[in-house]
């Protein structure tokens, strides 16, 4: 059974970026994921350091999640998000496109 959002409002562009981070944090918890994610993105470790603030970068996590179904389902359970606070989060980053 999907998880209630968690949301009480649109999300901004600070709440955005808070849960972007945390998908990024919930990669970086994991050898496997976060591996698997810079071999298909490109991306170093020293990449990510780098480009960690960037909501550009923020964005394109949140892409990576919503591309992985089980990624996606796992991080919102974990972070008691309905997959579609996912979504909604993305759409405030740049470069959101229906």
Aim: proline share 5%.
């Amino acid at each position: 059974m999907p998880k209630k959002s968690s949301q009480t409002g649109p999300i901004g562009a600070e709440g955005a970026a808070i849960i972007a981070l945390n998908f990024i944090r919930y990669l970086a918890n994991d050898d496997d994921r976060l591996s698997r994610f810079c071999t298909l993105t490109g991306l170093t470790p020293g990449d990510l350091k780098d480009s960690i603030g960037s909501a550009d970068f923020q964005a394109m996590a949140l892409d990576y999640a919503l591309q992985n179904e089980e990624l996606l389902l796992e991080f919102s359970a974990l972070e008691k998000l309905n997959p579609q606070d996912i979504v909604a989060t993305r759409r405030q980053l740049p470069g959101f496109a229906e």
